[in-house]
Nanobody, 115 residues
Framework: VQLVESGGGLVQPGGSLRLSCAASGFTFSRSRMSWYRQAPGKERELVAA????????NYLDAVKGRFSISRDNAKNTVYLQMNSLKPDDTAVYYC?????????WGQGTQVTVSS
């Protein structure tokens, strides 16, 4: 299993970023995919998740209406579109998949929201 995130960076408050996670080594189209984040000194938290066919999505309350998770099963890629970014969104963002009770993580991508 391999998960490779990209798309992080430095953005001003109110700006947007789109994160991508390229997946391999498992049946992507049948797997629920998630984005987590971890800010310095805080626990890792679930930001958004999407089912295999994309029919069901859920979000952390703090990002509802601003973030959108999507997937392209033809490309084995899951995305996180982040709009109206706030300084509190600053964190390392991780892609996750759980397979047979085992969690797999990408290396993470840093998102910094600052003026």
């Amino acid at each position: 299993v391999q998960l490779v995130e990209s798309g992080g960076g430095l953005v001003q408050p109110g700006g947007s970023l789109r994160l991508s996670c390229a997946a391999s080594g498992f049946t992507f189209s049948r797997s629920r995919m998630s984005w987590y984040r971890q800010a310095p000194g805080k626990e890792r938290e679930l930001v958004a998740a999407i089912t295999g066919a994309g029919g069901s999505k859920n979000y952390l309350d703090a990002v509802k209406g601003r973030f959108s998770i999507s997937r392209d099963n033809a490309k084995n890629t899951v995305y996180l579109q982040m709009n109206s970014l706030k300084p509190d969104d600053t964190a390392v963002y991780y892609c996750n998949v759980r397979l047979d009770r085992d969690d797999y993580w990408g290396q993470g991508t840093q998102v910094t929201v600052s003026s």
